[in-house]
């Protein structure tokens, strides 16, 4: 359900064959029960690798932060989201 709704351009199935781009989309837009259903489904590991890849520059400043705070990771020293790099 959570890759229909978040990643809508593509079947779920394509959707899944990358799981840290639905979990980007989920930290970025979600609503809290569908970030939870997410948490429980993948783990908090997971959410913490995205935050370290390239996926982030798909979150805003306001989520980039809250998630950072929210797995208790260390805010970076750039203490800024990641930039989305044009294409």
Avoid: C
């Avoid at 805003?60 to 203490?79: A, D, G, V």
Wanted: glycine fraction near 2%.
């Amino acid at each position: 359900r959570l890759a229909r709704v978040y990643i809508w351009w593509k079947s779920p199935i394509e959707a899944l064959k990358s799981p840290e781009h639905l979990i980007a989309q989920v930290m970025a837009l979600a609503t809290w029960e569908d970030a939870r259903r997410a948490l429980d489904h993948f783990g908090k590991a997971h959410f913490s690798k995205v935050l370290r890849s390239p996926y982030a520059h798909s979150l805003n400043s306001k989520s980039w932060y809250f998630w950072l705070r929210y797995l208790k990771l260390e805010i970076p020293k750039q203490r800024h989201a990641p930039l989305r790099k044009a294409s």
